[in-house]
């Protein structure tokens, strides 16, 4: 939920975005309770209160847990210790007492609120203690968690320094979810390794209690989706974005947080080869690069960005013309429908990290495009290249292949672009993010939930 400024003064309202789509009104139905950080830096939250039929029930952050719990612990060393250590994780012991002191926050915030035998579900990365501090105060509960993230080989998570807590934590729950199966086998098998736990399957003995460990991919709202990029505003927008950018014959788009998981600048790289072998040339060829601000206070970022930048300069100085830029990089937020212009005025979508739980533009952009036009260039390295197999498929970690990639998307005929597109798009359908939120509640025993 986000505060906002409207002419009644601050009000609350409910975030945009697949996780709240998805999650209202399994919530509204069963007089769920959405228990979450108020946003800003104070010692108290506001008061719990009621929007569009659901509890809301803050919980505050001071600028110190914003420094410590969420910059340092959660940003600077979980998130690229389980992104394959792509950038090189920081540990530090005061972040770490910061993170079980909010972690210890949010589990008795649940503990208040959850009703006897109540169903409660744990998301992500940030709360991963959260579990099993909740088990111990309230075993009557049935306690879900899924990381949105992966999760990394035992030989990687060994680097942390806590982490025995951190597994225990998760084994609170009785099911935990992950994007992929491969990530379940890693939490089973980290479980032996590190505690001694027996398993059967995908299911752990924790001293008698089962813990089922599965794979649950996430997805987006498609139906939401399609819409907006068939409402004839957002059509026209994209014929507009088309011709401001010259009405080049291809246009290649890069949407993500700048983040140093994404591979934006061997995506940047790989565009200013092929310029310069001649394979691609401006203005026939441009790209939009849309990097969203992401994390600023946090050192890989800003160390990122310079990175990015320094290369988008270079391509632009080397391969632009006065007025014709050959990449068009926007450090901005958007709006949902501004977004899916760009998705429908796309030739190309490069969706290239280097690890990545999911990748939701990836989806986004095979659902906007029902005109069965476009291509995506993916890596097999975003958990969404499981799914969509119709993708251009690259192995980020190799210059030459990515750029193959890339020039195959550029020069795929239509009726081919069209029958990947098809494919990806029927999976799509049926694997929404409904489909995601209800697979996950009824494995956790919540049975004939309805999920938007
Ligand atoms: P991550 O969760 O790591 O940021 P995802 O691709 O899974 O990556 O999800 C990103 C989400 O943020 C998508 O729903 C996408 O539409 C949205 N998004 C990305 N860039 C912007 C932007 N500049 N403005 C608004 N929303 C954006």
Redesign the pocket.
């Known amino acids: 939920m986000d505060e906002v400024t409207t002419d009644e003064g601050r009000q609350w309202r409910r975030s945009?975005?697949?996780l709240v789509t998805a999650l209202h009104p399994v919530l509204a139905e069963h007089k769920g309770t959405w228990v979450g950080w108020a946003g800003g830096t104070s010692e108290e939250a506001p008061e719990p209160f009621d929007l569009e039929g659901i509890h809301i029930h803050p919980v505050p952050l001071t600028s110190l847990d914003l420094e410590r719990y969420y910059e340092g612990m959660s940003n600077a060393t979980i998130w690229p210790l389980y992104h394959d250590a792509v950038e090189t994780p920081v540990f530090k012991r005061r972040w770490r007492e910061s993170y079980r002191q909010v972690n210890a926050r949010f589990a008795e915030a649940a503990a208040d609120v959850a009703a006897e035998g109540a169903t409660v579900w744990i998301q992500d990365y940030q709360l991963q203690l959260v579990p099993a501090m909740l088990r111990e105060r309230r075993p009557d509960l049935k306690i879900g968690f899924f990381l949105?993230?992966p999760f990394p080989p035992i030989e990687l998570f060994m680097q942390m320094p806590f982490r025995a807590e951190i597994l225990r934590g998760l084994l609170g729950a009785d099911l935990v979810g992950f994007q992929q199966r491969l990530a379940a086998q890693n939490f089973v098998r980290l479980a032996r390794h590190l505690l001694g736990l027996r398993y059967e399957g995908q299911v752990i003995d924790v001293d008698g209690r089962p813990v089922k460990a599965g794979a649950f991919p996430?997805s987006?709202d498609v139906a939401e989706m399609e819409r907006m990029a068939a409402d004839p505003a957002v059509q026209n927008r994209a014929k507009q974005i088309r011709a401001e950018l010259g009405d080049p014959r291809t246009v290649i788009l890069g949407?993500?947080?700048l983040?140093y998981?994404?591979g934006i600048e061997l995506r940047l790289k790989a565009f200013r080869e092929l310029l310069s072998d001649g394979k691609l040339s401006v203005p026939e060829a441009v790209m939009v690069q849309?990097?969203?601000?992401?994390r600023e206070r946090v050192e890989h970022y800003q160390t990122l960005r310079v990175k990015v930048e320094r290369e988008v300069g270079r391509i632009n100085g080397e391969f632009g013309r006065v007025g014709v830029p050959a990449v068009h990089y926007?450090h901005?937020?958007?709006?949902?429908n501004?977004?899916a212009a760009l998705y429908c005025a796309a030739d190309v979508m490069m969706?290239t990290p280097l690890r990545?739980?999911?990748?939701?533009?990836?989806k986004?952009y095979v659902a906007a495009r029902a005109d069965t036009g476009g291509a995506l260039v993916l890596s097999e390295f975003a958990g969404a290249a499981t799914e969509l197999r119709q993708s251009f498929l690259c192995n980020p970690h190799d210059p030459d292949g990515v750029k193959e990639a890339l020039l195959r998307a550029v020069h795929v005929e239509h009726p081919e672009a069209r029958r990947r597109m098809r494919l990806m798009q029927r999976h799509l359908r049926t694997h929404d993010v409904g489909h995601w939120a209800r697979s996950f509640l009824n494995e956790l025993g919540v049975p004939d939930v309805e999920v938007a």
């Not at 990545?356 to 990836?362: K, P, T």
């Open positions: 945009p975005g697949g949105h993230i996430i987006i949407v993500d947080r983040d998981t994404k849309v990097a969203t601000p992401s926007l901005q937020s958007y709006s949902r501004e977004l969706v990545d739980g999911m990748n939701l533009v990836a986004e």
